[in-house]
């Protein structure tokens, strides 16, 4: 056997990479399979915080750094508190993740890693800056914004942001509730929010975030995040650490690159919860349900469907896109109008039809009659 040739190939090690790798080898159906992954960095800094909310436990639970049962939404002239029951608001730490993998995957026998730069992928081969290798199914995470930007079918917003941990003299932030949206900050003709995770009483990671189509200047997100720490008691605090981020929002349709033998995974798959912005536990899902798919021996384009989950989200980039300087009053009108638990399966895509009328209910009905009439005609 060509010792380069392998029956899966998953290029790039970042979160759907590794759950896709992780869940593969860890089920006894491949313990005969060569699976080879290839990642170029080595995953070894705290460079992402990733949170989702779920009900129970999880194989991911014991990385999970912190999690929270009450959360806080506010705008203008509207905020509430609640409980998250029966779903929990978790927080893993890349760090802590990209650990966790390395040790469960290095007892893998049907496992190969290298690093290598993946330079080219095509139907049975990933050629990368050092050799080729073959395989019979390829899965690929490696984003190209390019063909995304040369469309313009599907408006493309941005989740931007940059996320502060920062440590207080005082006591000033409550450990046990999050602050899921914070629309009392200067909108600015966007949609902008503060997103706030109490880590303790005296520390806590902060996002200035935007649903936007352009990022801006990495003092103003900076700014935005002093001058709200400005509102707080906190008698002085210091920056421990920082991160940012770019995540696409679109219903741009990934799932056409897909082929036979070849699919496109994560943010490069469109597994991000294109009105939200939430990747994680959506490759986490998705990853379950692929390793199911793949013992089916179907074609890899087959995996992915579209439902009307996605064309909800559709209508709604649409109309976010359209009407940017109004996303605080999308989002108020669906916290105010609805039950928490039901906008969370909601944005699960777990609800049924009676929850989901009821929410698209509440938003302004003429803009989304506006999209759903240009979407059809």
């Known amino acids: 056997m060509n010792k380069n040739h392998y029956d899966y190939i998953i290029c790039g090690g970042g979160a759907s990479g590794l759950l896709l790798t992780f869940r593969m080898c860890n089920d006894p159906f491949f313990k005969n399979q060569r699976i080879l992954l290839i990642e170029k960095e080595s995953k070894n800094t705290n460079d992402k915080t990733w949170c989702f909310w779920e009900s129970g436990e999880s194989d991911l639970e014991p990385i999970v750094y912190k999690k929270w049962s009450k959360a806080y939404f506010g705008a203008n002239d509207f905020e509430m508190d609640f409980e998250m029951d029966p779903f929990q608001y978790?927080?893993?730490?890349?760090?802590?993740?990209?650990?966790y993998m390395k040790n469960q995957l290095a007892s893998f026998k049907p496992l190969t890693q290298i690093r290598e730069k993946v330079c080219e992928i095509s139907e049975n081969e990933v050629t990368t800056d050092v050799q080729s290798y073959h395989g019979d199914k390829i899965f690929s995470s490696i984003f190209d914004p390019k063909s995304l930007y040369q469309q313009q079918k599907y408006p493309v917003l941005l989740q931007h942001f940059v996320g502060q941990i920062v440590q207080t003299q005082k006591a000033c932030f409550d450990p046990d509730k999050?602050?899921?949206?914070?629309?009392?900050?200067?909108?600015?003709g966007n949609t902008r929010f503060m997103y706030l995770l109490p880590l303790t009483p005296k520390k806590a990671?902060?996002?200035?975030?935007?649903?936007s189509e352009n990022p801006l200047d990495h003092k103003e997100y900076v700014s935005a995040i002093a001058a709200f720490l400005k509102q707080l008691p906190t008698g002085g605090y210091e920056i421990l650490e920082e991160e940012e981020g770019k995540i696409p929002?679109?219903?741009y349709r990934f799932d056409l690159k897909n082929s036979p033998k070849l699919l496109h995974i994560g943010t490069a798959g469109g597994w991000t919860k294109a009105s939200t912005g939430y990747t994680f536990q959506r490759i986490n899902e998705k990853t379950k349900a692929l390793v199911e798919f793949l013992k089916k021996g179907q074609p890899l384009n087959q995996f992915s469907k579209r439902d009307r989950f996605w064309f909800y989200d559709l209508l709604f980039i649409d109309v976010l896109?359209?009407?940017n300087a109004n996303g605080?009053?999308?989002?108020?009108?669906m916290f105010q109008k609805n039950k928490p638990e039901n906008i969370f399966k909601f944005l699960n895509e777990k609800s049924a039809i009676g929850q989901e009328i009821l929410i698209m209910r509440s938003f302004n009905v003429l803009q989304f009659v506006g999209a759903l009439w240009?979407?059809?005609?």
């Not at 605080?328 to 009108?333: E, N, P, Q, S, V």
């Not at 240009?374 to 005609?377: D, E, T, V």
């Open 328 to 333: 605080a009053d999308l989002f108020r009108r």
């Open 178 to 188: 999050i602050e899921f949206m914070n629309f009392k900050v200067p909108q600015k």
């Open 205 to 211: 990671l902060l996002e200035y975030t935007l649903f």
């Open 90 to 99: 978790k927080m893993i730490r890349s760090i802590d993740f990209y650990q």
């Open 374 to 377: 240009k979407r059809l005609f």
């Open 321 to 323: 896109s359209k009407y």
């Open 249 to 251: 929002m679109t219903c």
